[in-house]
């Protein structure tokens, strides 16, 4: 794909997200009710994860806890435990136990 035309669909691309997240908060409708509604696959949700952060997975980093590293992990679990997948399900696919798992929905919960 040209560089022009790479830039006309980001910018289309992040037009429409924007636009999105206006009609979500006016209808007031979480990104998770909409996860849920659309039965969103795990593994799209780990895909998401890694958008935001390309190295939060990777089992070199597992220990680490390094706050780029940590959130995006965190706020899988949440939302995927949201959603109603189970911990050993979710740390099965993230490659951690099911205590870090329950570990990282109540930091989020918390700080919610």
């Known amino acids: 794909?040209?560089?022009?035309l790479k830039l006309v669909f980001q910018t289309f691309q992040a037009n429409v997200e924007r636009a999105?997240?206006?009609k979500l908060k006016k209808l007031?409708?979480?990104y998770i009710n909409v996860f849920r509604e659309f039965k969103v696959p795990l593994s799209t949700l780990v895909e998401i994860a890694l958008e935001i952060s390309p190295t939060c997975l990777m089992t070199d980093q597992k220990f680490s806890r390094k706050r780029h590293l940590v959130v995006p992990r965190q706020l899988l679990c949440y939302?995927?435990?949201?959603?109603?997948?189970?911990?050993?399900?979710?740390?099965y696919v993230i490659?951690?136990?099911?205590?870090?798992v329950i570990a990282a929905k109540k930091t989020v919960l918390d700080a919610l």
């Open 28 to 30: 007031n409708i979480s």
């Open 79 to 91: 939302i995927a435990g949201e959603m109603d997948y189970g911990d050993s399900e979710i740390a």
């Open 95 to 100: 490659n951690r136990d099911r205590t870090t």
């Open 20 to 22: 999105l997240d206006e």
């Open 1 to 4: 794909m040209n560089q022009q």
